[in-house]
């Protein structure tokens, strides 16, 4: 049953998203997995304890959280199992692991303050969706950082979870979900985290293994070309995985991402992908969300391939 309540999945976020009402009320599901880290990291993640012993409590972490994850999912199944309407039951609680529609509602802003010449507002609304230091960007930094968060949130936030409930249905959704958010939170390379973290980074890596190849390859397709772009640049990211999408957007819009980079006041000398223009402009945005736009439909048209030859 995966397959089709991954299809409705897709269409009730692109159309819906997750309200701001509902959010202002409940939060939002992931709320509760980063608390659920928030709390860990500040129990357990202690400056003065040994490494080892806090690479060891950050593996706890993981494992906690896809207890709750892989727990979580398997009660609905069984709820839904048990329901006239079990289908529309998995779609309700499937849609909110999906961000097609608050993906895009995140990038537009940018690039409709890059167009009023408003950088400042520009920088701001980047700032949502970005992790570096946003304050000093010019106005092709910041169509670049919002380029090229479109390009990584594309597998993140969308192509990974899809691929975890086609495989493994709503547990292996929220188990992606987990751990995708203690990434975001923990897995960094900072002395506070580089230990405890270290579980979650690792354990992203691999669940993004192939969804990173895939978006991709998904993204050349919905752009047409990319092709060498994407296999002589994918490797140059640190990440092992989001160069696969960072690289396939850069080639299929012909503009060049990346490069140094700001954490916390400290520049990261990272290498440019791409070889195009470096200077993206509110009109690059527009056309990176309508390739974004194309390959979330070829999602769609994957997600219905599967359920009918199922």
């Not at 839904?80 to 993906?103: I, R």
């Not at 056309?287 to 974004?292: H, M």
Request: aromatic letters at 8%; a positive charge.
């Amino acid at each position: 049953m995966a397959e089709p309540v991954a299809l409705a999945a897709l269409a009730l976020e692109a159309a819906a998203g997750w309200p701001a009402w509902l959010y202002a009320r409940i939060g939002h599901p992931v709320g509760a997995f980063a608390r659920l880290i928030a709390t860990c990291e500040r129990r357990w993640n202690r400056p003065e304890a040994p490494e080892q012993r806090r690479r060891l409590l950050g593996v706890v972490t993981v494992l906690l959280l896809l207890l709750v994850a892989i727990g979580a999912g398997l009660a609905i199944n069984a709820v839904a199992a048990h329901s006239s309407f079990g289908w529309l039951v998995l779609v309700v609680a499937a849609f909110p692991g999906l961000a097609q529609h608050s993906l895009y509602v995140h990038v537009r802003p940018v690039a409709a303050a890059l167009a009023r010449g408003d950088v400042a507002t520009a920088r701001t609304a980047v700032g949502y969706i970005v992790g570096r230091d946003t304050a000093g960007l010019d106005a092709p930094s910041v169509g670049r950082a919002a380029i090229e968060s479109l390009a990584e949130s594309f597998c993140d936030g969308i192509v990974a979870p899809l691929f975890w409930l086609l495989v493994a249905g709503l547990p292996g959704l929220w188990a992606y979900k987990a751990i995708n958010s203690a990434d975001s939170l923990i897995g960094h390379r900072e002395p506070r985290w580089r230990a405890f973290g270290w579980a979650a980074a690792r354990t992203d890596d691999l669940l993004n293994l192939l969804p990173a190849r895939l978006s991709g390859v998904l993204l050349c397709l919905a752009g047409g070309r990319g092709w060498r772009t994407l296999w002589r640049d994918a490797g140059k990211h640190a990440s092992p995985n989001a160069g696969w999408p960072e690289a396939a957007m850069a080639g299929a819009l012909r503009l060049r991402l990346a490069g140094p980079i700001s954490y916390d006041g400290v520049v990261a000398d990272k290498p440019w992908i791409g070889d195009g223009r470096g200077e993206a402009t509110a009109h690059d945005i527009h056309r990176a969300l309508a390739l974004y736009v194309r390959a979330c439909g070829l999602l769609w048209i994957l997600a219905g391939g599967i359920a009918w030859l199922r």
